[in-house]
């Protein structure tokens, strides 16, 4: 495995995510509903004395809107007249999707339709909330599942009582909906009717002075149930899976061997078993990267976090266009790379699996 | 194990003791609840309603809606407009500004202000379109020259708004946005007329004028308004600041709309209605607007809730309505359209979905208008008399339906944004009555952002929506005139009778007069039944019981959050 190895992959990833934005591009073109529609807002339906003129004043707005934000201009270098006669028109450089891909390359995602903002700024405002809440999440649901995993195959003869609540607890979980997961430990944990111990406005608009040892506790108070939400939501789908991994290469002849040189039942699951174990889960794991970056619309519309879900989500309400396709993109990157990250592993840890 | 129990015991109280809010202590900010962030803070945009509330904190029109009477009042305007007529054709509006109006480095607001601020609605180039469009009707001003406070606004029409639409714009001031004077140069007019090839000086205006970011740095705009943003962190939270001086405090008596209060307005943005109702009940907020009907019920009935929050619902413009499309053969006669009409509960449907919170109507106006038509009925539900008029618009039931030569067939789709569940009670009640009849309806829950397209399309039988009104919204034009067709006229009905009583009620001016056209017009409606009012809604807002004054209204956001008086310390305000 080379460096031009990777660096093919890696073109590859990028050719894909490239792929994937342009077909969103040309796709949200195609819809019913025009952008400006939304960008120049509900007109005011009854209350102006001047609207039996607004037919003509709105069309007027809705040109000038189109042409300064470059809708007024062909989608792509080919389009179809809707005739008859149905005819193909060629439109050169003076087209959206060229205009976009320009932009691109030179490393300019564009602008919002709705706030004239620049779509990399508001990537960086939400990102900053998204990547370290999923990044710690990850890692605590990671540690945590490797944690109760070698827990779980842990007892020499019959279960203990705990594995099997644990066990059934877990299954429960998964079967719940991220949604109901989450509501239920809002209602459950931030409820004068219930355990009132932690605060339900989301981040919250009161802190004490950054950097102060209360601003560590209040701001910690406040990640605690979106938190507690991630790492339960992804803690079955990671630890049930790699118990019956750790179950079977426990079984393994290597696994008796060890055994039999007088080694702890925890020392041959942490030291033998677990690296084989992993093995088949490393897509599972690197499969939470992509989450990094994208966000989860659920938690952070129900604990009011200004994250990649909501703003994908408002984007594509208000069909702001140059923000849905720039979040897509970087999407469609993140799951590139975390498969090219998961082939990595794979032949870092099983070197018969390395490309000739 | 132990260890586990005692660390998770401790961490409990931990959490408990730093998270556990306590009630309202003086002098602690106003905390409102937002679903949505305002997006920009830019006067020319304001792209929902939330920009428009946070604007009015940071700047002042001529005149001010009044959450008190629903009615404008002068702001930096000293009294509302002088009215004359011009001709057929114009009208002209004379305004002088309040002598004592400064911005906040103390220079006076002047009529160049005024004039700036308009020419800036209308330069091109800049993402005004939706403001403009709303402005278009102010064709100049004409500036006084022995007055620096005095001036005279000319309009294309006439109408009895003029006089409080034309002044409903934040002012902005012109010694600061445009030190050059370069739209001196340009008549409004012009502007107006620029907007395909905008002169190289108006594109250097508007680029120099992005670059200033007041969308998000509105401080590096001196305001005339109250408050200034001290904070914003997108998707979380506002935070506005009163002045410590402010030119209006000035004023004796202060009239209401120049009245600010709270020293600090904290927007607490929570997009989910169930943490925001936790959150209330945790005293993390003070203010929730717009609550759900049956939030608002379930919180009410609380033991805590009536010693700790005050309650209150007003009656707003916006009506829930149905819709038939005229266009469809099915649908063209009135008589099919009423025997529909009876179909709908508007009682059952009031009582269902807003717990009886609103109010029916025989029209588009509420009952607490002066031309509401009270010798007309309230629309009932009564399926034996919606039989009968489809028999007598020429249905006959026959097996699989009703049918009408030469080869019609009464089948329905019905129209509403998906996920409400007001529209999907309102559809369910529909289809339910129209089965009993043996008329099939298909219900077509519509993404809310394809809803519009598809009914400006015409790709419907019904429909059902918000019409948003205000007090002063007797302009029904927009919404049945035959030239709104392909705009708000979803229904496509058109009839002369109909665009020249809607034209006449626009131009009405004596009261007595209007009323007579508007009664008119209900019992017109009602005849030709191409939508059917079913009620209109409420806003409910529940609040810290510390906190009076809010102003409660009908109109959005349905309250003064400047107005607002806090009781801190003191016995909570009876109310």
């Given at each position: 495995m080379g460096f031009w190895w990777v660096f093919t992959r890696l073109g590859r990833a990028l050719l894909t995510a490239w792929g994937i934005a342009s077909a969103i591009f040309l796709t949200v073109h195609?819809?019913?509903?025009?952008a400006d529609e939304f960008t120049l807002?509900?007109?005011?339906?009854?209350?102006?004395?001047?609207?039996?003129r607004t037919s003509a004043s709105r069309q007027a707005a809705q040109q000038a809107l189109r042409h300064r934000l470059g809708?007024?201009?062909?989608?792509?270098?080919l389009t179809r007249t809707t005739g008859p006669p149905v005819r193909w028109q060629w439109h050169g450089r003076h087209n959206q999707y060229h205009h976009w891909l320009s932009l691109l390359l030179h490393g300019n995602l564009g602008y919002s339709y709705?706030?004239?903002?620049?779509v990399a700024a508001l990537l960086g405002a939400a990102l900053v909330y998204t990547t370290p809440l999923m990044a710690l999440a990850s890692t605590l649901a990671t540690g945590l599942a490797i944690w109760l995993a070698l827990g779980l195959v842990n007892s020499p003869t019959a279960p203990r009582r705990w594995q099997t609540v644990v066990r059934t607890l877990l299954t429960g979980i998964q079967a719940l909906p991220l949604f109901s997961l989450s509501l239920a430990l809002l209602l459950l944990l931030a409820n004068r009717d219930l355990?009132?111990?932690?605060?339900?406005?989301?981040?919250?608009a009161d802190y004490p002075p950054l950097g102060s040892m209360a601003w560590v506790v209040s701001y910690g108070t406040h990640l605690v149930l979106p938190l507690l939400s991630l790492v339960l939501a992804v803690l079955p789908q990671l630890t049930l899976p790699l118990e019956a991994a750790l179950r079977q290469e426990l079984r393994a002849d290597y696994a008796s061997t060890a055994r039999a040189k007088g080694l702890t039942s925890w020392q041959v699951a942490y030291r033998h078993a677990l690296p084989n174990a992993l093995l088949p889960l490393l897509t599972t794991f690197t499969g939470l990267l992509p989450t990094m970056v994208a966000g989860t619309v659920v938690v952070e519309v129900l604990f009011a976090l200004p994250g990649m879900g909501r703003l994908l989500a408002g984007a594509a309400a208000t069909h702001d266009y140059p923000l849905v396709i720039a979040s897509v993109l970087l999407t469609a990157a993140a799951r590139m790379l975390a498969l090219l990250l998961a082939d990595i592993l794979y032949f870092w840890t099983d070197p018969r699996l390395r490309p000739s | 194990m132990r260890y586990l129990w005692f660390g998770s015991y401790s961490l409990a109280l931990l959490l408990s003791a730093c998270s556990s809010p306590a009630n309202r202590q003086a002098g602690d900010p106003i905390r409102i609840r937002w679903?949505?962030?305002?997006e920009t803070l830019d006067p020319l945009v304001q792209p929902n309603q939330n920009t428009v509330e946070a604007i009015n904190l940071l700047h002042l029109g001529l005149l001010q809606l009044n959450f008190q009477t629903s009615e404008y009042d002068p702001a930096l305007a000293e009294a509302l407009p002088a009215v004359q007529l011009l001709g057929d054709s114009l009208t002209q509006l004379d305004y002088h500004l309040r002598a004592a109006a400064t911005w906040d480095d103390g220079h006076p607001v002047l009529a160049t202000d005024v004039n700036f601020t308009l020419k800036l609605l209308n330069?091109?180039?800049?993402?005004?379109e939706g403001v403009r469009s709303q402005f278009g009707f102010i064709q100049q001003l004409q500036l006084d020259p022995t007055d620096p406070r005095h001036f005279k606004l000319v309009c294309q029409g006439q109408a009895p708004e003029y006089p409080w639409e034309s002044g409903d714009f934040p002012i902005l001031p012109e010694a600061t946005l445009d030190p050059t004077h370069s739209?001196?140069?340009?008549s409004l007019a012009s502007l107006q007329q620029a907007a395909k090839t905008p002169p190289t000086v108006l594109l250097a205006f508007a680029k120099r004028y992005q670059t200033l970011s007041q969308g998000y740095y509105p401080n590096r705009v001196p305001g005339c308004g109250p408050y200034r943003l001290a904070g914003w962190q997108p998707n979380r939270s506002l935070t506005f600041e009163r002045k410590?001086?402010?030119?209006?405090?000035?004023?004796?008596?202060?009239p209401l709309v120049l009245q600010a209060h709270p020293k600090i307005i904290k927007y607490v943005i929570l997009p989910d209605d169930g943490a925001a109702m936790l959150a209330l009940r945790r005293h993390e907020l003070d203010v929730y607007p717009a609550m759900q009907a049956r939030a608002f019920q379930r919180l009410k009935a609380l033991p805590f809730a009536q010693q700790e929050l005050a309650f209150y619902s007003s009656a707003s413009y916006d009506l829930l309505y149905a819709g038939f499309n005229t266009r469809r053969p099915t649908l063209r006669d009135k008589l099919t359209r009423q025997a529909l009409s009876c179909l709908f509960d508007p009682a059952g449907l009031l009582a269902g979905t807003q717990l009886g919170q609103g109010q029916r109507t025989?029209?588009?106006?509420?009952?607490?208008?002066?031309?509401?038509?009270?010798?007309l009925p309230l629309p009932t539900y009564d399926p034996a008399c919606a039989a009968q008029l489809l028999r007598r618009a020429g249905w006959q039931l026959v097996a699989g339906g009703w049918r009408r030569p030469p080869a019609q067939r009464l089948v329905l789709s019905l129209r509403y944004r998906a996920n409400d569940e007001t529209f999907e009670t309102v559809a369910l009640q529909f289809r339910a009555a129209a089965a009993k009849l043996d008329i099939p309806v298909e219900l077509r829950p519509t993404e809310a952002t394809t809803l519009n397209h598809t009914l400006h399309a015409g790709d419907f039988d019904v429909f059902v929506r918000i019409l948003k009104g205000s007090p002063?919204?007797?302009?029904f034009a927009p919404i049945l005139?035959?030239?709104?067709v392909r705009e708000?006229?979803?229904?496509g009905y058109t009839s002369p009778t109909t665009d020249s009583l809607l034209e006449a009620i626009v131009a009405a001016g004596p009261p007595a007069r209007k009323r007579q056209l508007l009664r008119k017009f209900q019992v017109l409606l009602r005849e030709e039944s191409p939508l059917l009012p079913l009620f209109f809604m409420s806003y409910r807002l529940a609040a810290d019981r510390?906190?009076?004054?809010?102003?409660?209204?009908?109109?959005?956001?349905?309250?003064?959050a400047a107005a607002i008086i806090s009781s801190d310390g003191l016995p909570a305000a009876p109310h």
């Open positions: 195609l819809l019913p509903a025009s807002g509900e007109p005011n339906e009854l209350g102006s004395a001047a609207s039996l809708l007024d201009e062909p989608v792509f270098y709705r706030t004239s903002q620049p355990l009132n111990v932690l605060p339900a406005d989301g981040m919250g | 679903a949505r962030d305002p330069c091109p180039g800049l993402p005004s739209l001196r140069q340009f410590a001086t402010w030119w209006a405090d000035r004023l004796r008596p202060a025989v029209g588009l106006l509420p009952p607490s208008s002066p031309f509401y038509n009270d010798s002063s919204g007797f302009n005139h035959s030239r709104a708000g006229n979803f229904v510390h906190l009076s004054h809010l102003l409660p209204s009908g109109l959005k956001p349905g309250y003064s």
